[in-house]
């Protein structure tokens, strides 16, 4: 899993005044919970940026006046019109309860389906994932190697180690969708066998 690092300040005053004068200093107020009190703190708004405008999940290292807390992003509030981060909610981890992440969908290997002009579809690109910080994965790697037109792999279907996915068992995650080559191709096939 990815970690991304953040540098905070302990928040000596809590309110809306208090909230106001730091997002005019270009700070985002914020708090912590998950382990005993919670931690009201402040970070820049460039913090952001490597948490927000990338794909992949991560977790948060963030020093608060030196002493480094990890975390994960569990809420987070844009301003309505400029859209800068107004406010986030950080959860810390600890290594023996669970957590859970919406994790990425990515596939490998070459379909026989698609070999033959089906159409891989994404039916779900994310998977809600339940694990312990240690295991989570940062993707769900599905082999569709073995995927014919018309075949499908269903959440029941992917071997999990070490984490859970919390997703209906029966819902698709990925299927081969029939197109007009996959048919042609198919009908051809059958010409052949008859002969």
Not at 135 to 158: C, F, G, K, Y
């Amino acid at each position: 899993m990815r970690v991304v690092s953040m540098s905070g300040s302990l928040r000596e005053n809590v309110g809306k005044k208090d909230a106001k004068a730091l997002r005019r200093d270009a700070k985002v107020p914020c708090v912590m919970y998950g382990k005993g009190e919670q931690i009201l703190f402040s970070v820049d708004q460039t913090a952001f940026q490597r948490v927000l405008f990338n794909p992949e999940p991560c977790f948060v290292k963030i020093n608060i006046n030196g002493t480094d807390h990890m975390a994960m992003l569990k809420d987070i509030d844009f301003h309505p019109v400029t859209e800068i981060v107004y406010h986030a909610d950080f959860y810390e981890l600890t290594d023996d309860k669970p957590v859970v992440m919406s994790i990425p969908v990515h596939t490998c290997g070459t379909s026989k389906g698609v070999m033959k002009g089906g159409k891989l579809a994404y039916k779900q690109k994310r998977l809600n994932v339940k694990a312990l910080p240690a295991n989570m994965p940062s993707e769900v790697m599905l082999d569709i190697t073995n995927l014919d037109v018309a075949q499908r792999i269903r959440v029941e279907d992917i071997a999990c180690e070490g984490y859970e996915i919390l997703n209906p068992k029966s819902s698709e995650v990925v299927n081969i969708v029939s197109t007009r080559a996959s048919a042609t191709a198919g009908e051809g096939e059958g010409e052949a066998a008859a002969e």
